[in-house]
Nanobody
Framework: QVQLVESGGGLVQAGGSLRLSCTAS????????MAWFRRAPGKEREFVAA????????DYADSVKGRFTISRDNAKNTVYLQMNSLKPDDTAVYYC?????????????????WGQGTQVTASS
């Protein structure tokens, strides 16, 4: 059974930093793209960042460019999201996602596996 488990969320003051981790089990995702999404209260889920299997292709939402960094460690089956200069607008539940397909990547990619989410709150 495939599981994605996020950790690292919490409450920080605006301007602070958090590092989210997402560790997969049940299969290897070393050849698959992975991503982070978020859902703020009363809003639709939105894309945050994505990374291809090698880390050679990365995309960010405009709202987080220059502040967030996605990375991965394939040996640990883990993807990370370093979040700096957090703003109250970043407050949301953050979800990691992974594709079941290997060596694919793109803005319209559908992700097949999702974690349960971790709460991030940046207070003003």
């Amino acid at each position: 059974q495939v599981q994605l488990v996020e950790s690292g969320g919490g409450l920080v003051q605006a301007g602070g930093s958090l590092r989210l981790s997402c560790t997969a089990s049940g299969r290897s995702f070393s050849s698959a793209p992975m991503a982070w999404f978020r859902r703020a209260p009363g809003k639709e889920r939105e894309f945050v960042a994505a990374i291809n299997w090698s880390g050679g292709r990365i995309d960010y939402a405009d709202s987080v460019k220059g502040r967030f960094t996605i990375s991965r460690d394939n040996a640990k089956n883990t993807v990370y999201l370093q979040m700096n200069s957090l703003k109250p607008d970043d407050t949301a539940v953050y979800y990691c996602a992974a594709s079941r397909l290997a060596y694919v990547y793109g803005p319209r990619l559908q992700y097949d596996y999702w974690g349960q989410g971790t709460q991030v709150t940046a207070s003003s």
